[in-house]
């Protein structure tokens, strides 16, 4: 894993509230302003032209205008986009080497985890009273990293840029969701999906790389 350039990412999960700002419309399954946007596909996040959005990374950072990404760069002049799998697990362990990044590891693979309860919603505990039961929840519900930053583990899964496999349409998730298990929270785990699969536990967070 290797970094070149300094970036910012989202101290939280883009919100539903953030999505419709931006796009005009809400496509989440479970509803709330503050709540992680979910029902999100990576051509919907980037688009789908060859040359732009579904271009990664022969294209780069290249999207389509009418994407979200397109969009919010119109709206703000910065040169959003989704992490790289290198920069999302750096900033999800904020210089952890524990499965979480909180500095501690699982007690158990399934099942309820009292370290895991402390920092993301995942499929054992979703009745705990903080928002939503039996789904995601409202961004920020759990104890952030070391940095700030909320709900790398759990909540809904999150589109990288990068590539999985030899599919240039199969791209990498990363931190599992409320839908999964203990063990697949991990900081380390990687998913994939085709480019323009959705569901109710998929999401994003964006970042910017300086100049």
Known sequence: MTLTQDYYIGVFECTQRQWELVMGNNPAW????VRPVDQVSYDMIRGTSATAGGGWPEYGHAVD?????????AKTGLMFDLPTEAQWEYACRAGTTTALNSGKNLLVKTGEDANLNEVGRYDSNLNDGKGGYSEHTKVGSYLPNAWGLYDMHG?????????????????????????????????????????????????????????
């Open 30 to 33: 479970f509803i709330g302003d």
């Open 65 to 73: 205008e009418d994407s979200f990404m397109g969009r919010i760069r």
């Open 155 to 211: 909540n809904v899964e999150e589109w990288c840029l990068d590539i999985r496999g030899d599919d240039p349409k199969y791209h990498a998730l990363r931190g599992g969701s409320y839908y999964d298990s203990a063990e697949l929270c991990r900081s380390s785990p990687s998913n994939g999906c085709v480019s323009s699969g959705y569901n109710d536990y998929f999401g994003f967070r964006m970042v910017f790389t300086l100049p």
